[in-house]
Each structure stands twice: as structure tokens, then as C-alpha cells.
């Protein structure tokens, strides 16, 4: 699969609302890499995939395109087109050709880019099965487990996933996803003691952390720490 081997796949670009995303997918596990891979050799294949990393939507898509429509039955190219139009804001597009796919098992970070797709058009019933299903396979990784969270809170179920967080986080203290999405959930279930603490975890794990400043800047005035609040903002 070209792209895992290029770049994770929710990692870029970030556009989860508002809040806390760290990057999602997994390399791909090599008895899912059934179809053939794009050849290493094909110039213009690469630069399309490199350009859909750097946000040139305009200038990937159609060359990834024509080569889905030229061979649809190579799965590495599609699982690329899905996976890029998910970049470039075409959730819509994704999901039609995911749900187009013969039955069977996908790469991980296929699923994870599909529950994504689901979760920005508010199917959030279809991103939890597939997060959930997830994370009952993948018991380790916390992509799926963070991307549950998240669903849970854009879902009106924050306070059902903050829960979930805070028992993962008890677990694995140090998991900036889990960290970064229990954030989330705690911010928006209205928790500011929660959202600060956890917050200040995420930042004191990456100190550049932008989302993580900004919940904690929310966090200070909602529990009236105006001063603070603003000094954090300066």
C-alpha cells in the first residue's frame, strides 16, 4: 500500500472540529496486502500521492483517480483514492466506493479513514461499529479506542465517553491520542475541572500541543479564571 508507506493516514490534514486529533492510522499488517501495490517506479503515482499530502488536492486527485477508473480491481489504488478523498474533505465520495467494495477484511488504516468518513457525516452509528470492532481486534493500538471517544462526544454521548477516557487514560497514562480525545470529551461535555487536567496532560507530553492550549484556555474561563485564562492566550 503506497500510502502507509508515506504517511499515516489521519494525521493529515487535521480537520476534526474544534478539538484534538492525533494521528489515527497503522501501517498495514502484510497479510492484508492482497492486491498489488502501485509500482515504485511510477513517477507520476508518487508525486500525486505526495501533492494529496501536501494539501494539493487539485493536483492528486485526478491522477489517482484515472488510475482507480483504469484498474478498479487493484485494491492498494483504491484504498488510496478513499483514503485522499477523505483528506480533501470528500467524505461522501470515500464512503460511496468503500461501500462498493467486494466483502472483506480491510486494512486498518483503511477502517480507521472510513470511520472517520462516517463520523464527519454524522453517522456516527456506522463509525462506532467500525471503531468499535476496532478496538475489540486491536486491543493495543488506541487509535481505534480514540476514535471511539471522539464519536461518543460528537454523538451527544460525552459524558459516556469521558468515562471511557478516563478509564483508558488510568490505564495508559501517557497515550497522547487518548489523552488528546478524552480532551475532547471533556470539553465537550461541559467539564471544565476535567478538561483542564487533562489538557495540562496533553501539554506536558507536547508543549506545542495548539488544541490542547486552546481547551485549556476554555477550561480557565469556564471556571472563572479569567486572568489566567488571558495570560494563557497572550
Wanted: proline share 5%; no cysteine.
Amino acid at each position: 500500500m503506497f500510502l502507509r508507506r508515506m504517511r499515516s493516514v489521519e494525521s493529515f490534514p487535521p480537520t476534526f472540529p474544534t478539538l484534538l486529533m492525533a494521528a489515527l492510522a497503522h501501517a498495514l499488517g502484510a497479510s492484508q496486502a492482497s492486491a498489488a501495490a502501485p509500482d515504485n517506479k511510477d513517477p507520476q503515482y508518487a508525486a500525486a500521492i505526495a501533492a494529496a499530502r501536501a494539501g494539493q488536492f487539485s493536483q492528486s486527485l485526478p491522477l489517482i483517480e484515472e488510475r482507480h477508473r483504469r484498474d478498479p480491481a487493484n485494491l492498494s489504488i483504491t484504498y488510496d483514492y478513499i483514503v485522499v478523498l477523505g483528506w480533501a474533505h470528500r467524505a461522501a465520495d470515500a464512503i460511496a466506493i468503500y461501500e462498493r467494495l467486494p466483502p472483506g477484511r480491510r486494512p486498518d488504516f483503511v477502517q480507521q479513514a472510513v470511520a472517520r468518513d462516517y463520523r464527519d457525516l454524522g453517522d456516527f452509528q456506522r463509525a462506532l461499529a467500525i471503531y468499535r470492532a476496532g478496538k475489540h481486534e486491536h486491543p493495543t493500538e488506541a487509535a481505534f479506542a480514540a476514535g471511539e471517544i471522539l464519536t461518543l462526544a460528537d454523538a451527544g454521548r460525552a459524558a459516556e465517553a469521558l468515562v471511557e477516557g478516563e478509564a483508558l487514560t488510568r490505564h495508559d497514562p501517557e497515550d497522547l491520542e487518548l489523552l488528546s480525545a478524552t480532551t475532547y470529551a471533556a470539553l465537550a461535555a461541559g467539564r471544565g475541572a476535567q478538561t483542564l487536567a487533562f489538557a495540562r496532560r496533553v501539554l506536558a507530553l507536547d508543549l506545542g500541543n495548539r488544541d490542547a492550549r486552546r481547551a485549556e484556555i476554555l477550561a480557565l474561563a469556564r471556571l472563572g479564571a479569567l486572568d489566567e485564562a488571558a495570560s494563557e492566550a497572550a
